[in-house]
């Protein structure tokens, strides 16, 4: 199943960060299924039913079945909702 990972920024602070670590402002990273009709796109929802429409994609496929399905690096702002989801899939 082809997912598409996905970062929510926490826009109220980002402003007060200037030019720096983008990792700084992320707020949680979310998994949402790929648009069926726009190849590469997200699909309206993450698999926690967050609207994708702020989120900034995240330029990463899992490896393969049994893989992280977020970046290493990113495993600390994953989505356990998302990663529930993933796993009853
Ligand atoms: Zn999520």
Redesign the pocket.
């Known amino acids: 199943m082809a997912i598409v990972v996905l970062r929510e920024l926490r826009k109220e602070l980002s402003k007060d960060f200037g030019p720096g670590d983008p990792l700084s402002f992320i707020e ?1 990273v ?2 949402a299924p790929a648009d069926p009709d726009v190849s590469g796109d997200a699909d309206d929802r ?3 039913g ?1 609207p994708t429409l702020d989120m900034e994609r995240v330029n990463y496929q899992p490896a393969g079945p049994g893989a992280p399905w977020l970046p290493p690096n990113m495993q600390e702002w994953e ?1 356990r ?2 990663t529930d989801a993933l796993r009853s899939q």
Request: proline share 0%.
């Open positions: 949680a979310h998994a993450t698999f926690c967050k989505c909702d998302c």
